[in-house]
């Protein structure tokens, strides 16, 4: 991987660092307080969105973070926005807390580490795309780390961490920045409610 598409990676993930700043607003504010916050950020970038898909306009700045596959679709903020009201509306904050963060950290993670140390490309035959164990492996590691922090369960950190690791490494078509924060949050919410009734 080249000094230019590291810094490429670097840039596109900084986006996500919104997630820490979504987290701190809910920790101190109202679950509406953040949603509404959430929202106002889903409404200006579907409408950054329609005029860079429907008009060809280009933000400055802006059109240079799409990657290819998103030219001609929506960007992965829009769905990054959507995967986090999910989360906040459906589960527990620290649940939701630990979803979201999990989608920016461990994918960034995955991203980095897998562009510039992947050499073993073993999901080919079972995924059909050329994801790597080790950007995999430490995706894992960094969730579940993420996990811990939040939740300090290590049973539900490392269920959360699984299907967040899970479901970066078997989407092609459908955007991680969704599929993330909803199945480890969904995974984690149900595991945590089962192990309250063991």
Known sequence: ???????????????????????????????????????LFLVIVL???????????????????????????LGG???????????????????????ILMTTFGDMTAALIGKSYGKRRVFHEIFNNDK???GSVSEFIVDFLVGLLIIGNPAVSLIMAFFATLS???????????VIPIFSGFFGQVTFILLAYL
């Open 47 to 73: 409408v950054l969105d329609y005029f860079r898909l429907e008009h060809g306009v280009k933000i400055p700045f802006f059109h240079t973070m799409y990657r290819e596959k998103e030219e001609c679709r």
């Open 77 to 99: 903020h829009i769905y990054f926005a959507l995967g986090s009201v999910a989360v906040i509306c459906l589960f527990s904050r620290e649940i939701a807390y630990a979803a």
């Open 132 to 134: 790597s164990l080790e």
């Open 168 to 178: 970066e490494t078997a989407v092609n078509h459908i955007d991680d920045n969704l």
């Open 1 to 39: 991987m080249s000094s230019g598409e590291i810094l490429f990676e670097i840039l596109r993930k900084s986006v996500h660092l919104v997630s820490i700043l979504i987290v701190l607003i809910y920790e101190f504010l109202e679950k509406e307080a953040v949603l509404w916050v959430l929202m």
